[in-house]
C-alpha cells in the first residue's frame, strides 16, 4: 500500500461547482495533515492544515477520520482560478524527526 | 512575507557533470529539506538537515548526493556526476518545527525550485 494515495484525476468540474477530493494514508501514527496546491511547474504551496476537528477556510472545507486512515478536501463554488493540482501531505516521525510524504496529488480542472 | 530563495532557476548540464543547487532558507527556520519532483510525477523527499547534520534520507540520497551549509544562510545540494535520470524540479524546503511538536510551525514553506536538466 502506498503512504499516501490520492486520485490523480484529471477532475474536470464546471465553474461553481462543488468538488471533494480524497486521500488515504498507511502510517496510523502520523501526526499531521495538510493540503497543499500546486500550479504548473511551480512549488507547492500550503492550502490548509488539517485538523482532527475538521476545519474551514471560506470555500475549502478538510476533514480527517483518523479511524479510517483518509483526509478530505472539499472547494465549493469552484473558481477558474482553483485549477490545480492538490497534493495531500501527512507528516510521521521517523526515528525522532518528521518524515513529510506527499501524494501524488489531484487534478483539479475547472471549466468556464 | 519570508521566503525560502533559491538559485539557479534553471540548469542545463552535460551527464558526468557536477551540480551545485542553492538555497537561502527563511532565517529563523532549523530545519531544511531537498525535495525533488520529476516531470509529471509526485514530489519525493530527498533529505532532511538539522543541527549542521542530515537527520533522514531517502534511498534516492546515494553517494552522487550531498548537502551542506557552508555558512549561517546557505543550504546546498551537490550532485557528482549527474545522470540522466537526476533531470527534475528540485525543490528546498525549511520549517521551524521541533521533531516532536504537532504544531503549525511545523508547516513547510518551499523555495520556488531549480529545474535541472541533464543532457
Known amino acids: 500500500r502506498k503512504e499516501v494515495e490520492q486520485d490523480p484525476g484529471p477532475f474536470n468540474v464546471p465553474e461553481g461547482a462543488t468538488v471533494a477530493f480524497n486521500c488515504t494514508y498507511s502510517?496510523?501514527?502520523?501526526?499531521?495533515f495538510f493540503w497543499y496546491r500546486q500550479d504548473c511547474r511551480k512549488e507547492p504551496k500550503l492550502l490548509m492544515s488539517?485538523?482532527?476537528s475538521g476545519n474551514e477556510d471560506g470555500r475549502f472545507t478538510a476533514q480527517l477520520n483518523r479511524a479510517s486512515q483518509y483526509i478530505s478536501l472539499l472547494i465549493r463554488d469552484s473558481k477558474l482560478s482553483d485549477s490545480a493540482t492538490y497534493l495531500c501531505?501527512?507528516?510521521?516521525?521517523?526515528?525522532?524527526?518528521?518524515?513529510?510524504?506527499f501524494g501524488i496529488g489531484t487534478k483539479l480542472q475547472v471549466i468556464p | 512575507e519570508p521566503e525560502v530563495t533559491q538559485t539557479p532557476s534553471h540548469q542545463v548540464t552535460q551527464m558526468g557533470q557536477e551540480v551545485i543547487l542553492r538555497c537561502v532558507p527563511i532565517?529563523?527556520?532549523?530545519?531544511f529539506y531537498w525535495y525533488r519532483q520529476i516531470l509529471g510525477q509526485k514530489v519525493e523527499f530527498l533529505v532532511s538537515?538539522?543541527?549542521?547534520?542530515?537527520?533522514?534520507k531517502s534511498e534516492i540520497f546515494d553517494d552522487q548526493f550531498s548537502v551542506e551549509r557552508p555558512d549561517g544562510s546557505n543550504f546546498t545540494l551537490k550532485i557528482r556526476s549527474t545522470k540522466l535520470e537526476d533531470s527534475a524540479m528540485y525543490f528546498c524546503?525549511?520549517?521551524?518545527?521541533?521533531?516532536?511538536?504537532?504544531?503549525?510551525?511545523?508547516?513547510?514553506?518551499f523555495g520556488a525550485g531549480s529545474r535541472l536538466t541533464v543532457l
Open positions: 538537515f538539522y543541527n549542521n547534520e542530515i537527520s533522514e
Open positions: 488539517v485538523y482532527s
Open positions: 502510517n496510523s501514527a502520523s501526526q499531521s
Open positions: 501531505v501527512v507528516n510521521d516521525r521517523a526515528g525522532g524527526y518528521q518524515k513529510v510524504t
Open positions: 524546503a525549511s520549517n521551524r518545527q521541533a521533531p516532536l511538536i504537532s504544531s503549525g510551525a511545523n508547516v513547510l514553506t
Open positions: 532565517s529563523n527556520h532549523l530545519y
